[in-house]
């Protein structure tokens, strides 16, 4: 066998296996596929109400339409034990009171996690809502919507200006 034609074939096989895991990621975190629970569609819509609260609308897109709950829901299902995320999830029912907390009207929600931010860092701190604040801060940040918009992140910031080597010396400054 030619050695440039193995080298194509090998090199068109990796590819297409890689392109292949990266499109099922993709898809995963995209949609809701893979609940943890028989109560996801209760799960995503309290995750999204409590990101909403936490992360909300202003001159920037809210947490929700940044697709966290979905990145939570994709984080739960892959990349947790089905024990540990089945544990959260309650702790996450407990904490809101699931139904009810949904049932709420806006400011007696935003009461409610008004009170467990301030319990933070103290002995009555929930670990459950400080794992899902945590959560939603790492989605929302590192989505596109959180780096461009929210950040304002420039990938090549400011302009290129060319120095001279003999301008600089022997040591950069």
Avoid at 64 to 92: C, H, M, T, W
């Amino acid at each position: 066998m030619d050695r440039r034609r193995f080298l194509w074939e090998m090199a068109i096989f990796l590819g297409c296996s890689t392109l292949s895991l990266d499109l099922k990621a993709v898809d995963a975190a995209l949609t809701f596929k893979g609940a943890v629970s028989s109560g996801s569609g209760l799960h995503i819509a309290l995750i999204s109400r409590i990101s909403d609260i936490v992360i909300p609308e202003t001159d920037t897109p809210s947490a929700s339409q940044a697709g966290v709950p979905g990145y939570i829901n994709f984080y739960l299902s892959e990349f947790l034990p089905r024990d540990k995320a089945s544990e959260f999830l309650g702790g996450l029912s407990e904490a809101f009171a699931q139904g009810e907390f949904l049932s709420l009207d806006a400011a007696q929600q935003v009461n409610i996690v008004q009170a467990l931010d301030d319990a933070l860092n103290t002995e009555a701190e929930n670990p459950t809502y400080k794992k899902l604040k945590e959560l939603i801060v790492i989605g929302y940040y590192t989505s596109r919507v959180g780096a461009t918009q929210a950040l304002r992140y420039d990938p090549i910031p400011g302009p290129y200006k060319e120095m001279k080597l003999a301008e600089v010396g022997r040591t950069w400054l």
